[in-house]
């Protein structure tokens, strides 16, 4: 059995960003997917840090920021990437950026246009500021776990890969935690090199 003793504890981030969930409009549904998926697709203990905040540029950067300074090693945003006049979390992304990754943006749509023809129309991005991993996901908690965790035919096998399965391989090159995932949920892609060997216990 392996034990939870033996995984790195990770600090993460997630970030609802919406004017009306923030004000109290409606609950956000954000929060909760993001959380609910790292719990089940993560072999580490988690301490979340959780924001909900109004789509405004400079109060997301100034979040990422903060969240980076406390030790998330990944910070998820979820909310804002379409091309309202109000969405502003890709540009307050990219302000606190030391470096673009885009690829995760780019397979999180070609992921999203198998569901729907306006996945042309979002615009995450993800960055990598210090040693922590931002990326911004879709704002609906189906198309969360949908971008996350891949396309599997009916049988469980994965047809077209989530963005998480690079995620703790890229938070390996940029000094993080190890982090280890439950492959019924989303398989971790390393380098064989790059594998830490498992430990069990009795």
């Known amino acids: 059995m392996m034990s939870e003793a033996l995984h790195d504890a990770v600090k ?8 009306r969930a923030s004000s109290g409009v409606y609950e956000d549904k954000g929060l909760p997917a993001l959380q609910d998926w790292l719990t089940r697709a993560l072999h580490n203990p988690i301490t979340f840090e959780s924001r909900l905040i109004p789509d405004e540029q ?12 406390a030790g998330c090693c990944l910070v998820l945003t979820t909310g804002g990437t379409g091309p309202a006049l109000r969405d502003v979390t890709p540009e307050a992304t990219l302000a606190v950026a030391h470096k673009e990754m885009p690829g995760f ?15 042309i129309l979002s615009r995450q991005v993800a ?3 210090d040693q ?21 035919d009916a049988d ?8 998480f399965a690079a995620v703790p391989y890229c ?25 830490r060997a498992k430990t069990t216990t009795v």
């Open 12 to 19: 993460i981030g997630i970030v609802s960003i919406s004017d």
């Open 58 to 69: 400079d109060g997301i950067s100034a979040t990422l920021i903060e969240l980076v300074n």
């Open 105 to 119: 943006g780019e397979q999180m749509r070609q992921i999203s246009l198998k569901f729907v023809p306006t996945a």
């Open 127 to 129: 960055v990598v500021r």
């Open 132 to 152: 922590s991993l931002i990326i911004n996901l879709p704002g609906q908690p189906k198309a969360i776990a949908e971008t996350l965790e891949g396309l599997k």
């Open 156 to 163: 469980g096998k994965q047809m077209v890969p989530g963005i």
């Open 171 to 195: 938070v390996d090159l940029i000094g993080g935690p190890y982090m280890e995932t439950r492959d019924e949920v989303c398989k971790a892609f390393r380098p064989k090199n790059a594998v």
